[in-house]
């Protein structure tokens, strides 16, 4: 990066924070685990600096339904055969209560249409939610809901979402997590 402001600094920052006039100076390229985490600036003086320079999430526009959890592509939908999405939800289910697993479509030409949606703590089915819902370019019944009772630190959570592309496996999308 190089600034068009002649005697202007890049000030950045790499935690995901925004930087600001007293963020460190860019003199080199910098490694960063994600883009999101990556922000700058340019400082004229401690007055006069730029509108930031960063990237948003890829999903920012569904952080209202919580936590990203995870993504289908597909390789993971079989087609116009119902079959089963494995999500792995340990860590993101961290307390007893009561979740939403939310399903947003992003890109594809068929849209997931989903029958079903079970939790499993340690390999045993403890919820389940069953209800046809799909998300495409328009979406219906694409939220399940389920309880959990007996949270126990260090268990395995394990989601599997019934699922198929209702013309091909040409379907993307995330799925996130939200407790109520």
């Known amino acids: 990066m190089e600034s068009d402001v002649q005697g202007a600094e890049i000030r950045y920052t790499t935690d995901g924070t925004r930087a600001n006039v007293y963020s460190p100076v860019y003199t080199q390229a910098v490694t960063v685990p994600k883009l999101s985490d990556f922000s700058a600036i340019t400082v004229v003086n401690r007055n006069q600096y730029s509108l930031p320079l960063y990237f948003p999430e890829k999903y920012d526009k569904f952080k209202k339904y919580g936590q990203l959890v995870a993504e289908w592509k597909p390789s993971s939908v079989k087609g116009k055969d119902f079959g089963t999405f494995e999500i792995n939800a340990t860590g993101k289910i961290n307390e007893n209560g009561e979740y939403v697993l939310s399903f947003w479509y992003t890109e594809g030409h068929s849209r997931l249409e989903i029958k079903s949606v079970e939790l499993y703590k340690n390999g045993v089915k403890i919820a389940e939610d069953v209800h046809d819902g799909y998300t495409g370019s328009s979406q219906e019944n694409n939220q399940y ?15 599997k979402a019934v699922v198929r592309g209702d013309v091909d496996n040409d379907s993307n999308g995330a799925v996130f997590i939200k407790k109520q």
């Open 145 to 159: 809901k389920f309880k959990v009772d007996a949270y126990e630190t260090g268990a395995a959570f394990t989601i």
